[in-house]
């Protein structure tokens, strides 16, 4: 069990949080729009202060989300304060910078005190992150960020490497981190690459760290250029893990993805972002579970995640749009057979669009978990907001008295009964009250075809989506709705759907 306590003081113009137990919190430029959190997790063992900073730039979403997911990891020594979203601005509109600015004016990470030169910050948020830092006292800084080549094959970036200044004692450690990520690359050319003896950017909060406060720093660089970022998160992960551990900080696996445990059962999801999976979906419903603490978690995985069958961990699995026959390809026999038995035991699964391509039965390399079948094999069918009708079952699942609503649509399954003798029938939610039919597609058959469907498969509840309500205002609460419906018991109708 763990236990989650927020007790606030105010030091140097910083909410802080009060050791209670395991962990507490504050937030960094409270009150501002630059207003973002940390955590501190406690061992109550003696051992190091290590600072984790990730989202310091924008446009490298994966440092941030393996930031807040290592903050949930149990310390059994020292401590562990985690900064995950250091500018949240810049996350949220996906830019390197400050939002509005340019150059190094608008970059957090050289708005730290350089070297040779006076203390001074060049912004409100890097002097509370810099003040909290002197703060904490940290024996060690680790800045999680993503490179826009791998270096092997581009110096001029610097993804794909562990960025230091190692000395004869840290240098190991440094090796060993590499050695945990290069183990999961399969191409040597995109193989990671220890740069010591190598100085970090100057004005750099890794630099400054090292330089005023005499911490052991280092930047951890993925590469987000064809590299899906599931894999870039967990590559943070196995770095951050293999570090931790030969510290003696954790006890844990790399891919324990570590869940609070509140008196409120909250449902646990885990997201599938892997290859095949592109697009804003997976950001839009981060978004939207984020909005709903108390009810649900969620976490972005890979492919490695469900074939080494983390995902049970989970009580939910999305699989969203992009590409069915690549994400298929992607998780591989293993992996699909067991998101399978996943379901088949127990678990919800959610897809929407390509994800929902990959439950039907047709296919080769789907799922088939969910009783449809497409109505052609020419897919696409074009880009267009569509009007989404809603079932009498639908309006009483997803809690709707709405009849019709537009929706995105982007060439997701137009589907029908698969009468297939070993999945049982599904119920339709919605139809589609319009079509389109680009590039030579059949016209007629997209009108009145089920557009969200649910099913059963095992002890399990399967809904496919085929357009794309989380990506459309007014219909975001759809997805919460329908997991709500997929998780809880109920009684269940003449179709198996609980009412």
């Known amino acids: 069990m763990k236990w989650f306590f927020v007790l606030s003081l105010c030091l140097f113009g910083t909410s802080f949080g009060a050791e209670t137990s395991a962990q507490s919190s504050g937030l960094l430029a409270k009150g501002t729009d630059s207003e973002t959190p940390w955590y501190r997790i406690e061992s109550g063992v003696e051992g190091p202060t290590f600072l984790l900073v990730g989202g310091m730039h924008g446009n490298e979403p994966a440092g941030a989300i393996a930031a807040g997911q290592i903050r949930h990891w149990p310390i059994v020594k020292g401590t562990l304060i985690v900064i995950p979203r250091a500018n949240h601005l810049a996350l949220d509109v996906k830019q390197r910078r400050f939002p509005g600015l340019s150059d190094d004016a608008g970059d957090l990470n050289r708005h730290f005190p350089r070297t040779g030169a006076e203390e001074k910050t060049l912004s409100p948020l890097a002097a509370e992150i810099w003040d909290f830092s002197k703060a904490i006292e940290p024996d060690w800084v680790v800045d999680l960020h993503e490179g826009f080549a791998v270096n092997r094959q581009?110096?001029?970036?610097?993804?794909?490497?562990?960025?230091?200044?190692?000395?004869?004692?840290?240098?190991?450690?440094?090796?060993?981190?590499?050695?945990?990520?290069?183990?999961?690359?399969?191409?040597?050319?995109?193989?990671?690459?220890?740069?010591?003896?190598?100085?970090?950017?100057n004005g750099s909060l890794v630099r400054a760290s090292m330089d005023r406060l005499g911490a052991t720093g280092a930047i951890f660089e993925t590469t987000y250029t064809d590299q899906t970022l599931g894999v870039r998160v967990r590559q943070h992960r196995l770095m951050m893990h293999r570090l931790l551990t030969n510290l003696g900080m954790i006890e844990n696996k790399p891919d324990d993805l570590i869940f609070e445990n509140p008196e409120t059962k909250v449902t646990n999801i885990g997201i599938y972002v892997g290859p095949g999976v592109g697009g804003f979906g997976p950001a839009s419903l981060q978004e939207t579970f984020t909005n709903l603490p108390d009810e649900f978690?969620?976490?972005?995985?890979?492919?490695?995640?469900?074939?080494?069958?983390?995902?049970?961990?989970?009580?939910?699995?999305?699989?969203?749009?992009?590409?069915?026959?690549?994400?298929?390809?992607?998780?591989?026999?293993?992996?699909?057979?067991?998101?399978?038995?996943?379901?088949?035991?127990?678990?919800?699964?959610?897809?929407?669009?390509?994800?929902?391509?990959?439950?039907?039965?047709?296919?080769?390399?789907?799922?088939?978990?969910?009783d449809a079948k497409t109505?052609?094999?020419?897919?696409?069918?074009?880009?267009?907001?569509?009007?989404?009708?809603?079932?009498?079952?639908?309006?009483?699942?997803?809690?709707?008295?709405?009849?019709?609503?537009?929706?995105?649509?982007?060439?997701?399954?137009?589907?029908?009964?698969?009468?297939?003798?070993?999945?049982?029938?599904?119920e339709t939610l919605a139809i589609f009250n319009t079509e389109v039919a680009l590039?030579?597609?059949?016209?007629?058959?997209?009108?009145?075809?089920?557009?969200?469907?649910?099913?059963?498969?095992?002890?399990?509840?399967?809904?496919?989506?085929?357009?794309?309500?989380?990506?459309?205002?007014?219909?975001?609460?759809?997805?919460?709705?329908?997991?709500?419906?997929?998780?809880?018991?109920?009684?269940?109708?003449?179709?198996?759907?609980?009412?």
Request: glycine letters at 12%; a neutral charge.
């Open 297 to 370: 978690t969620s976490r972005i995985i890979g492919p490695v995640e469900v074939q080494n069958n983390s995902i049970t961990q989970f009580d939910v699995l999305i699989f969203p749009g992009g590409s069915g026959g690549k994400q298929a390809a992607g998780l591989g026999e293993r992996g699909r057979k067991n998101v399978r038995d996943f379901v088949h035991d127990g678990g919800s699964y959610l897809g929407i669009c390509a994800g929902c391509y990959l439950a039907c039965e047709n296919f080769p390399w789907s799922l088939k978990i969910l």
């Open 439 to 499: 590039n030579k597609t059949p016209e007629g058959i997209q009108k009145g075809s089920p557009a969200i469907l649910a099913g059963h498969y095992g002890k399990g509840r399967v809904i496919g989506i085929s357009p794309h309500p989380e990506q459309t205002e007014g219909l975001t609460h759809l997805a919460p709705e329908l997991i709500r419906w997929a998780t809880t018991p109920g009684t269940a109708d003449s179709t198996g759907l609980s009412r």
């Open 154 to 201: 581009n110096p001029k970036s610097v993804g794909s490497t562990i960025l230091c200044d190692a000395t004869d004692e840290t240098l190991p450690l440094f090796e060993h981190s590499l050695a945990a990520v290069n183990a999961s690359v399969d191409a040597p050319e995109n193989l990671f690459r220890l740069l010591s003896n190598s100085r970090t950017a």
């Open 375 to 426: 109505k052609s094999s020419k897919w696409r069918r074009g880009k267009e907001v569509l009007e989404l009708g809603f079932t009498d079952a639908g309006k009483r699942i997803m809690k709707t008295d709405r009849d019709a609503a537009p929706v995105k649509y982007q060439n997701g399954p137009v589907m029908e009964p698969a009468e297939s003798p070993d999945i049982p029938d599904f």
